[in-house]
């Protein structure tokens, strides 16, 4: 049986379950160098996709299309999606975002009379809604479907309050057991409108709001990480807390605007002459935190008999921070969280749903390295190439000191790199973090991550634990911060993502060749690609950006014959 799994709107997506086993899911973003969270705008492509990864449209046996709000749903208008099929425009009907309440199920299938058409054969299409690609999402991936257990579903996003879901292992059922809280998910990304450095004048507030532009209203899909960062600058302001909790209870849900009307209300609250922007926002971080935290208890006290697991899915399972205090809280067993939890899986989440109706079966099998492969084509005018083991590449990454990017085989799933489309470097020197920073035009206060052996990852961090998708904080240990300035962050912190021989054998034994010749278990990790772009396809492509001295690609490297002088900051 296989199942075609289609995200169409922002993050657009494809991807293939055959008889439950994930085969590929390749993201818009990360195909030709498009731009990031890039939409499916006409369905042409997706017979290419299918083809490019060896299968044919005649192998394809149920296609699932992910729900969705509409053009204008948070103007008012219904669930469909506007887009082309070659030069003809097309409206698809499919299932709504959410639930409208509680008794509904959120595995309802939908159907429509409509077909729609790929390589000239057509289709009738189910449709689930947004929100069960990502319950379905997240527990069909997780190790409690693989061991046949049940657990709780925590699903916030940006057109979602924070939602709690139990999935009943034994029958496959999804209970639905109702908000935390009234926050949609981009309360993260409207609230720094107000304060700090993607603060908005008035003006533009209005323009985005009259004229309808949804990702400026909602504060834009790259904000909300950046301000994760940005918090380390700032200080927790325990008089702001009552402050946020007091306007939070006096005001009421006034459609899509709530987080708007919050964010203003403590604008004109906080003296600006007192609390820094900086501050301010480390407070609301700190709020949402401490809510959630206190919302789940009271919520999952309720289910004494339920099993302590959890999944986190939605966009804010991105939130590291807030992974990490949910997981060491003591609330639950364990925790989950799947290297696609935003809209980068919902195409992998609506093909979950219609496997669980098709099949009755709950687990699925996959790789994180499952989408699109590396292209090696020829590099830009003033590269020469030569054949370059992965241990001649840690040995050359230790004497040089220098950043390489690297592009191994097929690309990750989600937003994260690990390793596949990384630029790797040694993260000894100081400077390093800057360097990088510089180099893909991002702000001084932004991160580096480190990516470690996991037989080694608690000897450098705290807890050191296996974390193999970069979704949860740790502590550098202060025998270690000296060592590996390059990606302590800020706070003390650092994304740490572990590397096995299971996951990753090509990026491991770099990593295990590193630590011969430099007794450093790590390297810094940051994600190779255009500023604004998808993870580089190809060869030419890195070449192409031109930033640093080295491109390593399936063994083989590709060095600049004119090279960029690095000196100051190695």
């Known amino acids: 049986m296989v199942i075609l799994g289609i995200k169409l709107t922002h993050d657009g997506a494809v991807a293939l379950i055959e008889d439950g086993v994930l085969k590929f899911c390749t993201e818009i973003e990360k195909i030709n160098n498009n731009v990031r969270h890039k939409e499916i705008c006409d369905l042409s492509i997706i017979p290419e996709i299918i083809r490019s990864n060896g299968y044919g449209i005649g192998n394809i046996d149920y296609v699932a299309i992910d729900g969705w709000h509409g053009v204008e749903e948070f103007w008012g208008g219904s669930s469909s999606i506007t887009l082309k099929h070659g030069s003809k425009n097309l409206m698809l009907n499919v299932a709504p975002y959410n639930e409208k309440s509680l008794s509904e199920n959120i595995l309802q299938r939908f159907l429509y009379s409509q077909n729609i058409t790929l390589d000239n054969r057509k289709f009738e299409y189910s449709s689930f809604m947004h929100v069960s690609g990502h319950v379905a999402g997240a527990y069909c991936s997780s190790p409690f479907a693989k061991s046949g257990e049940s657990s709780y579903i925590l699903a916030w996003d940006g057109g979602q309050y924070p939602r709690l879901y139990y999935f009943e292992a034994k029958t496959n059922e999804i209970k639905n057991l109702g908000h935390l809280f009234m926050f949609l998910g981009t309360i993260y ?35 909300p990480g950046k301000i994760m960062a940005y918090i380390a600058l700032g200080k927790v302001k325990p008089e702001l807390l009552e402050i946020f909790s007091k306007v939070h209870r006096k ?21 600006k002459e007192i609390y820094r922007d900086e501050d301010v926002l480390a407070t609301m971080h700190k709020y949402l935190e401490d809510l959630l935290l206190s919302t789940l208890d009271q919520k999952i006290s309720k289910y004494p008999q339920y099993e302590r697991n959890l999944c986190f899915s939605g966009g804010s399972g991105l939130n590291i921070k807030w992974n990490s205090k949910i997981r060491s ?76 990017v690297v592009l191994n085989s097929r690309a990750e799933l989600g937003p994260r790199a690990l390793g596949n489309r990384s630029i790797l470097a040694p993260a000894t020197s100081p400077k390093m973090k800057d360097l990088l920073n510089e180099v893909k035009g991002r702000e001084s206060y932004r991160p580096v991550a480190p990516m470690c052996l996991e037989e080694e990852a608690s000897k450098v961090f705290d807890p050191g634990c296996s974390d193999p998708y970069m979704l949860f904080e740790h502590f550098v240990r202060t025998e270690w911060k000296d060592r590996v300035p390059a990606i302590c962050h800020l706070d003390g912190t650092a994304r740490l993502q572990t590397i096995n021989n299971k996951d990753n054998e090509t990026i491991y034994a770099l990593l295990r060749e590193y630590v011969k010749v430099s007794g450093v278990p790590l390297l810094c990790n940051t994600s190779a690609n255009y500023n604004g772009s998808g993870f ?8 192409g950006w031109d930033r640093l001295n080295y491109v390593w690609a399936n063994n083989i490297l590709f060095s600049k014959n004119e090279k960029a002088d690095f000196t100051n900051y190695l």
């Open 189 to 223: 990304g409207i609230f720094p409108q107000y304060f700090g450095p993607y603060k908005k004048s008035q003006a533009q507030l209005k323009i985005d709001k009259s004229e309808k532009r949804i990702e400026g209203f909602f504060g834009g899909y790259t904000v």
């Open 251 to 271: 005001n009421v849900v006034v459609n899509n605007e709530f987080e708007h009307l919050f964010s203003q209300t403590i604008r004109k609250l906080v003296r």
């Open 329 to 404: 809280s003591g609330l639950f067993k364990s925790m989950y969280v799947p290297p696609f939890p935003n809209d980068s899986g919902s195409a992998i989440g609506v093909a979950c749903c219609e496997y669980l109706f098709q099949t009755n079966k709950s687990n699925i099998t996959w790789n994180v390295y499952s989408g699109p492969d590396v292209k090696i084509n020829s590099p830009s005018e003033g590269w020469s190439r030569q054949n370059f083991s992965v241990e001649e590449l840690a040995r050359h990454m230790h004497l040089t000191g220098e950043p390489v």
């Open 536 to 543: 580089f396809p190809d060869v030419k492509s890195a070449t």
